[in-house]
């Protein structure tokens, strides 16, 4: 294995994710829909392992993170508690946007809306970070990690995005228009990716 072994999780919905609602940074915690897809990330985690020996368990600091975390942990026999949370895991701040809908953004300013729409890479939204903005605090992030280590993470979508870009070589435009999904379970290991 050349460099960490990472199984990297979206957390499962909010009532925000299925309102369209930008959350960004809002402390925003699971739904029953998102607590079933953590359940069921869990149990294909552990099945995929057979042990979690080894493996460091890591987390955004944001309670839908981490919620999605102790589910999965439980789901795999282990400890709820034990993991660790690291705050530059923390989704992309959306400034202005967060707590509106994609509709009352479309509605409220349309020339706008379309502007993130055809860059979402580098659009960023007043007070807020872009794609771009958060590739330093991902790479940091990635380059904290022991060379040889396994790690199981929790964790957003614009910073799953991010992640795909840095350790699959996505391009950027691509990535940045992906619809990170909440039940399925991302292996970075050797420059590639696989899905599970």
């Not at 349309?110 to 502007?115: A, D, K, Q």
């Not at 904290?144 to 790690?151: I, N, R, T, V």
């Not at 199981?152 to 691509?174: C, F, K, Y």
Request: charged letters at 25%; glycine letters at 10%.
């Amino acid at each position: 294995m050349s460099g960490p072994l990472i199984y990297y999780i979206r957390h499962g919905e909010t009532d925000w994710n299925a309102e369209f609602r930008y959350q960004g940074q809002q402390d925003i915690p699971l739904n029953e829909k998102g607590r079933a897809q953590a359940g069921y990330n869990g149990d294909k985690l552990a099945q995929a392992l057979g042990s979690a020996d080894g493996f460091q368990f890591v987390s955004s600091p944001l309670c839908r993170s981490t919620e999605t975390m102790e589910i999965i942990r439980a789901k795999m026999q282990l400890p709820a508690k034990e993991y660790t949370t690291d705050d530059r895991l923390r989704e992309v701040c959306y400034g202005e946007f967060e707590g509106i809908t994609q509709a009352e953004f479309k509605a409220k300013n349309r020339e706008t809306y379309y502007e993130r729409k055809n860059n979402m890479w580098t659009f960023r939204p007043k007070g807020g970070e872009s794609h771009a903005d958060i590739v330093v605090r991902i790479k940091s992030w990635y380059d904290s990690l022991q060379a040889q280590g396994k790690y199981v993470v929790t964790a957003h979508g614009a910073v799953g995005r991010v992640t795909r870009h840095i350790l699959a070589g996505i391009p950027a435009d691509e990535v940045s228009k992906f619809v990170f999904p909440q039940d399925k379970i991302f292996v970075f290991s050797n420059g590639g990716e696989d899905i599970i």
